[in-house]
């Protein structure tokens, strides 16, 4: 059975057929125009000769048959998608689409279902059917041939109608695309995951991937129910922006002012966090209470705990705080011990009030709100700046390391690896570490080569730390002085320790591993006293390739310095650092430049606005900007060239500013054509731009920079469009 459904905008097809037909369906499809097919059909082994058994260089997943390979190469040339194989569907409620054959209908909501179980998501479609709750997307993605997590997160990280984002699997099958993709979502929502397969000896080392890439782990498939109904059915926003700033181990503390106004209001009731209204309490003196707290904002969330009684039946105070909802201005979540029925737990549903069943269930919800928003703050921070980047020194390491290999030497020990360490600004003292003493503490450091996320570190350090048990982390580089704060603050005796030369120890052995690409193994020794850090027995394995990063370190090599117009500038990839610098070059244009870039009037950026300019995902986004040193020997920047590349490399859009002092020298020029360069290197079909009508320089610089000119819907802006290849690569991974 075919089916294919056509939207005004997209058109997509559901397969149901043998796998043997797929191939020639999906070509026939591609021909018609659709872009996007779902495979419910699972892929056998093919068992007579006619089956197809070539090799293509078509990327796929593990789990890819022949049939699914043909089926691949045939969507190819139409750039179609494909979801599946073995896929229940994906099913978008608020448009009446239904792609595939899940168990019971859906009702739209805002929380977005991914999962790579069919029986798993039909399970929590049949949970979330009985309460009444409803989802944004459903996405089970059946075997991950094409379309896998990573393409799916990207999609949702800008979808308006998700606002949260539950994501059920057990591998990664693109790791450097699903780590650019979930960074990308946790910054504008909150997505929680749920990793099957615990037992994996790697299992830490995702924690740490879904960590860095700001998601929130949690460990059952309850506490992942239980957020259908926090976050689908709450105000997330306020929710966790209010978690971060007061909620912890112990409830947020009152200011006298609010308890006064409690007890005034509640005579009876026992002030304080918690408020007990005591067995006699009357729905009213629910609201009463939320009246009361109205005017003390610092009290935070509302949190109301009830279980029936005769003179506050549970209709009536669910009533009462539908009345009352607007006075919890931060967000309002109540739990019912007892039974409530369908039809009050759907009124409270549709008035933004989450229901949970037990207080242990409430608060470990809003607890992964709290994590949600510290990840997210995480996400944001700026680093202090990295150690020293020493070019020359950089360049001597990697020309050791690359006349060892020539040499057929594939292991460095000892002083050959002390002296490579040594250019980092690493501390290597040669032979084995004395005996350990109660103040000293050794991590046991490794680099290795993971089948996913490729290079990684790995730190244990045996009932070290002031653990009762073994130290054992897992950290992807490139790291920075804030990832690296956040591994070692995670010991209960990191005050004990010298932080600062720690971190720098951790981030220059990153910068090594980032750097010298032939480092495929390191093995060494960190011991750490109270004033000192330093590297024993040093052991690196060399070889000529190995596994791509899974995040994309600072791409050195687009760094460039020259003389122009006079001035000595560098042209480089923009780092976190340059957060301060660039606030003052945003600063340093007028208001009108302003507003011609951002299409908008504009006066300044927060922080976390810089955040978002200045640490940028190198897989897919690059801001090249010109910089030169000011009078006092700081960097000042003068101009930024930005260019985001669509998960397909089919097509980027660029943005080009230059400081208003600077404007009308060629400062846009230089910029624009190394953009372009970067996006032909990278692969890119197509760069695209727009600009007002009225922005004269940027739309001479596109046109004499070889820019096509084109209408868009409003006739107030201009296009630019230039090919930059045939058809669209992926992007090196190197």
Not at 158 to 175: F, Y
Not at 435 to 442: I, P, W
Request: aromatic share 6%.
């Amino acid at each position: 059975m075919q089916m294919w459904m056509h939207y005004p905008t997209h058109r997509a097809a559901v397969l149901c057929t043998r796998p043997a037909t797929w191939p020639k369906l999906v070509e026939q499809l591609g021909r018609r125009g659709t872009k996007a097919v779902v495979i419910v059909g699972e892929a056998k082994p093919p068992r007579d000769s006619s089956a197809p058994h070539e090799k293509s260089s078509q990327p796929t997943s593990p789990n890819t048959d022949a049939w699914t390979v043909r089926t691949l190469a045939a969507a190819r040339p139409f750039l179609m998608r494909v979801v599946g194989p073995a896929s229940l569907g994906v099913v978008a409620p608020s448009i009446g689409a239904c792609l595939g054959a899940p168990s019971c209908s859906v009702k739209p909501g805002g929380v977005a279902w991914v999962s790579g179980s069919n029986a798993l998501t039909n399970g929590v479609l049949g949970w979330a059917h009985a309460r009444g709750l409803g989802f944004s997307k459903i996405v089970a993605l059946g075997d991950e041939a094409d379309v896998d997590s990573g393409d799916v997160l990207d999609f949702l990280a800008s979808d308006p109608s998700t606002r949260a984002i539950l994501l059920a699997i057990e591998t990664v099958i693109s790791a450097r695309k699903f780590m650019s993709a979930a960074h990308a979502a946790a910054r504008n929502k909150p997505v929680l995951v749920l990793r099957t397969g615990r037992d994996d000896p790697f299992d830490r080392l995702y924690g740490a991937a879904f960590r860095r890439a700001g998601l929130v782990r949690v460990d059952s498939l309850d506490d992942l129910l239980d957020e259908i109904e926090t976050l689908g059915i709450g105000r997330v926003a306020a929710l966790a922006q209010d978690a971060f700033g007061s909620a912890g181990d112990d409830l947020a503390p009152w200011p006298i002012a609010a308890r006064d106004a409690v007890a005034a209001a509640l005579p009876r009731a026992r002030a304080g966090n918690p408020l007990l209204l005591g067995d006699a309490a009357t729905p009213a003196d629910f609201g009463a209470a939320l009246e009361a707290l109205v005017a003390h904002r610092e009290t935070g969330t509302v949190f109301v705990v009830h279980a029936p009684t005769h003179s506050a039946p549970v209709a009536e105070v669910a009533h009462t705080l539908i009345a009352e909802r607007r006075h919890a201005y931060r967000g309002l979540l109540a739990c019912f011990f007892g039974c409530i029925d369908s039809a009050t737990r759907d009124e409270l549903h549709a008035n933004g009030i989450p229901v949970h069943t037990t207080p242990h269930r409430l608060a470990r919800a809003f607890a992964r709100l709290v994590d949600f928003r510290q990840g997210r703050e995480l996400l944001m921070q700026t680093p202090d700046g990295l150690p020293a980047e020493i070019p020359e020194d950089i360049d001597a390491a990697q020309t050791e390391i690359r006349t060892a290999l020539e040499n057929g030497i594939a292991e460095l020990n000892g002083e050959r690896a002390g002296r490579v360490l040594a250019r980092f600004g690493i501390t290597v003292k040669l032979g084995p570490p004395d005996s350990l003493t109660s103040d000293a503490v050794e991590i046991q450091t490794r680099l290795l080569n993971h089948r996913v996320f490729g290079p990684i570190f790995e730190f244990r350090a045996e009932g070290a730390l002031g653990l009762a048990d073994a130290l054992h982390e897992f950290a992807l580089p490139p790291l920075n002085p804030v990832l690296s704060r956040d591994l070692v603050m995670r010991s209960p005796r990191s005050r004990e320790l010298p932080v600062e030369m720690l971190l720098n120890a951790l981030t220059a052995l990153s910068q090594l591993v980032c750097y010298v690409e032939e480092i495929v193994a390191l093995w060494l020794v960190l011991r750490i006293t109270r004033d000192s850090v330093a590297v024993h027995e040093p052991q690196l394995t060399l070889g000529a390739h190995r596994k791509p990063l899974a995040i994309v370190p600072y791409p050195r090599c687009l760094e460039e310095t020259l003389d122009w117009r006079g001035i000595r500038v560098t042209v480089r990839p923009i780092r976190p650092e340059d957060e301060d610098a660039h606030a003052a070059f945003v600063a340093a244009n007028t208001a009108e430049d302003l507003r011609l870039r951002f299409f908008g009037a504009v006066r300044s950026f927060d922080h976390s606005q810089l955040a978002r300019m200045t640490q940028i995902d190198y897989d897919r986004e690059m801001a090249l900007i010109v910089t030169r040193a000011n009078g006092e020997g700081a960097g000042e920047t003068l101009g930024v060239a930005r260019a985001i590349a669509d998960p397909d490399n089919e097509t980027a859009e660029f943005a080009v500013a230059a400081r208003s002092d600077m404007k009308g020298r060629g400062l846009g020029s230089l910029l624009l054509s190394r953009i372009i360069d970067y996006e032909k290197q990278r692969g890119t079909r197509w760069l695209v731009g727009e600009a007002l009508r009225e922005n004269a320089g940027m739309i001479a610089l596109a046109r004499n920079s070889g820019f096509e000119l084109t209408k868009t819907e409003d006739p107030g802006v201009v296009g630019f469009r230039m090919r930059l290849c045939e058809s669209p690569s992926e992007p090196r991974e190197d």
